[in-house]
């Protein structure tokens, strides 16, 4: 029975979700006698500073905003943007007969219904209403058959956010103290940064290896040939003498050949060569045909990481990008919740996905049984159901009326589903062995491998990305000749081919995604924006699709390492999270395990397993507390310093790293220079340092300016380079008579090796007066951010190169005023190069000519050529990595100006109450002003408060 029945009829239900969306379609399904209104998000949480904390906590637990010496007892405030929403909500219940929480059905959401009842404090019937997707029929199902707040789900989040309150809260200040200010750390972000710094480690540790082999082309003679029997085809020399020739596998990380491959050969290009030579008569045959049968049988449906992997893979998204437009998919209600660990799909969904097999690609393509994933994830507790298209018939991606993103990743859940309900593609593959002698005797094996698919099965509805570019998707086939052995083949083809190794790639989202999965570090349903959060910090930054660790984020994770390695550790790590899921299962209980990692073991325990990992010299100390309280081992410099080479070191100052050269002469300061801010590590050699330690650095002195009798001097700006002028000692910089001195940006055509000094007083003799128009205007020639141009009043004019600001006359002047002014784009002129499709795109990247230079677009997204680009040498490949850079950068956000107070509709508001009875109108002037001096007694005091409270750092992040 519905709990609704037994309300009185006509009673009004209060459903609270999370969102303004999400309500919006909700309210749609329930109709009359149902307000649907959204909380916004959390509406309590623990304090962001010490300032939100009510007056009677002092001490620690004001700093924490957690009672540690009282059972971690958490202090949870009201979010001040969430306290107006508050009111709304508590306003509707008092009007309500029952209240039926309707958030998430996971942690998270367990948590925010709970908050919402401790904040409302509901007098009447409260229920937990769950599903997994909105439509119509779950949603009338979860009101029909609600279920009670589950404790154990809203005590395993507690733990969580007091664990990852304590984490950042007490980690965070020592790498303000010891790195640089207003950095963070987190129990999984620490981690996630570090697996991207090791991957950038083992890229600077890697030493390159050549090696060479033989690709040949070989000919059956037999004619006509077909697709389907092909006359030639390509092979790699496999073996000479029985010796396998080395391949890039069998080189170590530092260039030479592993121990375990003793019989292998490393053909170098002169062998390669004189091989190719001795083989030129050789007459080849089959040695061996080899055919095995193939099948691939479906992916899984989507849970959470693999949808940010493929999303990342064929969409080209970020993880965030991804998990932003799954959300509005369901809140909108074509899919199901997106933050699931499972692979299951209901009875529903699979009769919904195999009736469009059999309707899209016919009855051939439906296996016998229906098709059941079991989840590979450790202890899988969020949405018990994989992501796919909500309801128990599926739209295709054409009747969604969907577009742009959320069209795209429809359409790609949608494939995914209906593929895991088909038969598995089927096939062959071969691999023929191809052998002749050499003229010196020596035996020779190429090998070849093909494959054929004879039946597609699933691989007709969707094939599944690779995080390797170069890696063969699997529908892809390779058809050999139909051959036998010792059938006779000729070489038309034999060319020598030289190879190196490469570093291992760098991180991906998916593939950090993926990692972090593997070595289950964290929750999936966190992960999109524990990657978020590495980038914003700067720890991290993106160069194309690949994550590059900053110079900042190898110091961070290098005091971690030496100082908290138990917390870095990815085995501790994984535990934590066992420890966790434990706790949310009722296995273990939460405050004993809290005192255990904030206060440590105590005395005479004994230590193992996860408490042993780790490498730090504090690690014996045990508990968190002990660990950030005794700082007297941390040497800053040390932390921060990183050998380059003899007399070279990097260093990560609180204003960015850069790299230090020794004096020669002892106590005297070394030679430094800045590092360009995206340089990725791996490239930061010995030779690249005394690149940028040669280049010229400080200020270049110019000369004397002949009027003022001021030093002139070239520098080199965050900006770029500018000359400007030594104003005299004693000359005020501040107050009513400060004096700044002049500044001037070089020109394009300009650089400090060969600025002169007349350079500089043409610079800084702008803005030029060029003269005054007929109505006596002054009209300026100036040099600004868009270039150079012309200013008579507020009407400015384009100047069309930067020498006229310096020669045009005031008759020139007058005539380009004279045009009427360009309003709009003018006639688009034709791209400078054309590059091909991008691949992410799919659409024409052209070089266009624009007002800060040539730049690559899309017709979508524009980036700008950087200062090593050329347009004549730029190459299809670069045009489409500076579009996915750009893509990855994202919008840039403006902020909204806030618009002034109008004063007519202040105007209006005073002369509606001047119609109001004069008692009326006093009653109220006098209720205000009381509020009024309320009001403004509470912000003082609050005010005070502030002042007198050392609030933790905002940066003190205690994201997980």
């Known amino acids: 029975m519905s709990p609704s029945s037994e309300t009185a009829r006509n009673g009004q239900r209060l459903v609270i979700v999370e969102s303004p969306a999400k309500a919006k379609t909700i309210k749609g399904y329930l109709g009359p006698g149902y307000i649907v209104e959204a909380s916004v998000g959390h509406i309590r949480d623990l304090p962001s500073t010490a300032a939100e904390v009510p007056d009677k906590y002092t001490g620690e637990v004001r700093r924490l905003g957690v009672d540690v010496d009282h059972d971690f007892a958490p202090i949870y405030v009201v979010n001040a943007d969430k306290k107006s929403q508050v009111s709304k909500l508590k306003s509707l219940l008092a009007e309500s007969d029952e209240l039926f929480l309707a958030t998430d059905e996971d942690r998270e959401g367990e948590a925010i219904a709970w908050h919402l009842q401790q904040v409302l404090k509901p007098k009447v019937p409260v229920h937990r209403m769950v599903f997994h997707e909105i439509t119509k029929a779950a949603i009338q199902e979860a009101v029909a058959n609600p279920r009670e707040l589950n404790q154990r789900l809203v005590d395993a989040q507690e733990t969580r956010r007091i664990l990852d309150r304590l984490y950042g809260f007490e980690v965070s200040p020592v790498l303000w103290k010891k790195v640089m200010p207003k950095l963070s750390a987190g129990r999984v972000q620490s981690v996630a940064t570090r697996l991207v710094v090791e991957r950038e480690r083992e890229r600077m540790a890697f030493r390159t290896a050549s090696y060479w082999d033989l690709t040949g082309t070989f000919s059956t003679g037999r004619t006509p040939a077909d697709a389907a029997n092909p006359e030639n085809f390509g092979a790699r020399l496999a073996a000479i003498d029985g010796k396998r020739i080395a391949s890039g596998r069998d080189f170590g990380s530092d260039g030479r050949l592993k121990s375990a491959s003793a019989n292998t050969l490393h053909l170098d290009e002169q062998a390669a060569r004189a091989l190719a030579a001795a083989l030129e008569q050789t007459a080849f045959s089959v040695r061996s045909v080899e055919s095995k049968p193939y099948r691939r049988s479906p992916y899984a449906p989507f849970r959470t990481t693999t949808l940010q992997q493929e999303a990342s893979r064929k969409l080209g998204f970020g993880a965030k990008r991804t998990m932003q437009v799954a959300q509005k998919l369901y809140e909108n209600g074509f899919i199901t919740y997106m933050r699931t660990d499972s692979t299951t799909l209901s009875e529903t969904a699979i009769s919904a996905a195999r009736a469009q097999v059999t309707q899209l690609y016919g009855a051939d393509y439906l296996p016998d049984a229906p098709r059941t994933y079991a989840s590979k994830v450790k202890n899988a507790q969020e949405a018990h159901e994989a992501v796919r298209p909500s309801g128990d018939r599926f739209r295709t991606p054409a009747e969604t009326g969907l577009s742009g993103d959320e069209f795209r990743l429809y359409e790609l859940i949608w494939m995914r589903t209906v593929a895991s309900q088909m038969k598995d593609a089927v096939g062959q593959s071969v691999t023929v062995k191809v052998a002749g002698a050499a003229s010196d005797g020596r035996d020779v094996e190429f090998s070849a491998s093909g494959k054929i698919i004879t039946f597609h099965g699933f ?392 007002r800060f230079g040539p730049y690559v677009t899309d017709g979508e997204t524009n980036a700008t050529l950087r200062k090593d680009d050329e347009v004549e040498t730029i190459t299809p490949e670069r045009g489409y990595e500076l579009l996915a850079e750009k893509r990855a950068r994202g919008p840039v956000k403006k902020t909204a100006k806030k618009a002034p107070a109008k004063k007519a509709a202040a105007t209006k508001t005073a002369a509606k109450k001047a119609t109001t009875a004069k008692k009326a109108v006093a009653k109220k002037t006098t209720t205000t002003k009381a509020t009024a001096t309320k009001t403004a007694a509470k912000k003082t005091a609050a005010k005070t408060a502030v002042k007198k409270t050392t609030a933790s750092k905002a940066s003190a992040s205690d994201e997980s």
């Open 459 to 850: 691989l007709k509805a969707y094939v599944e990305g690779a995080d390797d570019p170069n890696a063969e998707l699997d529908d892809r086939e390779r058809r050999l000749p139909h051959v036998t052995e010792g059938d006779p083949l000729s070489a038309e083809q034999l060319n020598p081919e030289g190879h190196s190794t490469k570093p291992p790639a760098r991180y991906t989202e998916a593939s950090l995604v993926k990692e972090l999965e593997d070595r289950e570090i964290g929750r999936p349903s966190t992960y999109a924006s524990i990657i978020d959060t590495i980038i914003n910090r700067r720890y991290v930054f993106k160069k194309g699709t690949a994550l590059v660790p900053s110079f900042l984020s190898f110091a961070v994770v290098n005091l971690l390492e030496k100082h908290f390695g138990r917390l870095v550790d990815y085995d501790f790590t994984a535990k934590m999270e066992d420890d966790l899921d434990r706790i949310a299962a009722g296995e273990a209980q939460s405050v004993p395990w809290l005192k255990r990692f904030y206060f440590g073991e105590g005395e005479g325990h004994a230590v193992g397993g996860a408490a042993e990992a780790g490498n730090g010299d504090g690690d014996h100390l045990g508990g968190l507390k002990e660990l950030v309280t005794d700082l007297g081992a941390i040497d800053a410099r040390e932390i921060s310093s990183f050998r380059i080479s003899d007399d070279i070191t990097l260093r990560v100052g609180r204003y960015g790293p850069y790299v230090e050269k020794a004096s020669p002469v002892e106590g005297e300061p070394g030679q430094r220079a800045d590092i360009p801010d995206e340089l990725p590590p791996d490239e930061l050699t010995v030779e690249l340092a005394e690149e940028l330690l040669a280049k010229p650095s400080g200020d270049f002195e110019l000369g004397t300016d002949p009027v003022s009798g001021n030093q002139l001097v070239a520098k080199d700006g965050r900006y770029g380079p500018y000359v400007t002028e030594i104003l005299p000692e004693g000359t005020p910089k501040t107050g009513k008579n400060a004096v700044k001195p002049r500044t001037a940006s070089l020109l394009k055509t300009m650089s400090l090796d060969t600025v002169t000094l007349e350079d500089a007083l043409r610079l800084l003799s702008l803005p030029r007066v060029v003269g005054t128009d007929a109505e006596g205007v002054e009209i300026t020639a100036q040099n600004g951010r868009y270039g150079p141009y012309l200013k008579r009043g507020t009407d400015s004019r384009s100047l069309t190169s930067e020498e006229q600001m310096f020669t045009v006359t005031l008759e020139e002047a007058l005539a380009i005023y004279a045009q009427p002014k360009q309003r709009g784009r003018a006639a688009a002129a034709p791209p400078l190069k054309e590059l091909g499709t991008d691949p992410v795109s799919e659409r024409p990247v052209v070089v266009k000519d624009g």
